[in-house]
């Protein structure tokens, strides 16, 4: 494949040899509603991949519980064999329920089971980063990750993982999870209105850690103020754009993962990579983000 200059410019977390893009795709829209079943158009999203990588975007986030196990099929299928500087980074910690719930799945079997289904299902002898996803559908909470944190530095040991990644995490697991196994990103919900994490991204850019926020353009539902409509009419740019261009202006160990199932939202995004936003336009979004509370209505948490 033929591939431009990387859009976005490049990160390599610390203690790894990786150049991700940063700006990446995020797999999840390779599948049905709600993540769940196949796509409605299988060569569609087979296309959608390919492109990514002809523009491109060397950093894909995905999980064999996506489908599940139909995202990883379709990356496979589009792209095998891989490109040599592609990294695939996936996930594991839950399981999908018959009722297209998200049970966690942390016990050393499932979590065995969960990297030899990514292996096998992407193609792979070995991950390049694995995730280890914990916490609740409503955020991060306090319970230990020691032991299952455990289990994957045990799998790293074994070969099968390279790198080792942590998701929707506190701030406090993080520091403990450190003492267990070298982190090289730390993956949770952040975006223009969900700032939590802002001390969080602070400290990652300061170690050389990748940060890398889901729910970006702010989950089901698009992000919406007056403020980010106004900024992108000046600026002749989307919405998304601005929000993504925020983002990547936000600190340099920030890497997007959008994801999208259509070619030409494939192509709005990488251009946001290429809008610089004036230093006024960012204090004004900041100043919405920072009354949050009061834009309940229209800003989604």
């Not at 074994?158 to 995490?169: A, D, P, R, T, V």
């Not at 199932?261 to 900041?286: D, G, R, Y």
């Amino acid at each position: 494949m033929t591939r431009p200059a990387n859009p976005g410019g490049l990160f390599t977390p610390v203690g790894t040899s990786l150049s991700l893009n940063r700006m990446g795709y995020g797999a999840i829209q390779l599948t049905g509603k709600m993540a769940w079943g196949p796509p409605a158009n299988r060569d569609a999203a087979v296309e959608v991949v390919r492109e990514a990588v002809r523009l491109g975007i060397n950093h894909i986030d995905t999980s064999d519980y996506y489908g599940p196990y139909i995202a990883n099929e379709i990356i496979r299928e589009a792209l095998y064999p891989y490109p040599k500087d592609l990294v695939i980074v996936t996930k594991v910690g839950a399981r999908r329920g018959p009722d297209k719930s998200w049970p966690a799945a942390l016990s050393r079997e499932d979590l065995a089971g969960a990297v030899h289904d990514n292996l096998r299902h992407l193609g792979l002898d070995v991950l390049d980063i694995v995730n280890l996803r914990v916490g609740s559908p409503f955020g991060p909470n306090e319970e230990s990750i020691a032991e299952p944190l455990a289990v994957l530095a045990d799998l790293q040991a074994q070969g099968l993982i390279k790198h080792i990644g942590l998701s929707n995490i506190s701030h406090r697991q993080f520091a403990k999870g450190r003492a267990i196994a070298k982190i090289v990103c730390v993956q949770n919900h952040y975006n223009l209105a969900f700032r939590q994490d802002d001390p969080l991204i602070d400290k990652l850019a300061g170690l050389g850690i990748a940060f890398v926020p889901f729910f970006p353009l702010g989950g089901s539902k698009p992000l919406r103020s007056p403020v980010l409509d106004a900024a992108a009419a000046s600026l002749g740019a989307t919405t998304r754009q601005v929000v993504l261009a925020w983002l990547l202006q936000r600190s340099p160990n920030v890497l997007t993962i959008a994801g999208t199932s259509s070619v030409q939202h494939l192509h709005e995004n990488l251009e946001a990579a290429t809008l610089k936003l004036p230093p006024e336009t960012i204090a004004q979004l900041n100043d919405v983000a920072a009354n949050v509370a009061k834009e309940n209505a229209v800003w989604p948490r």
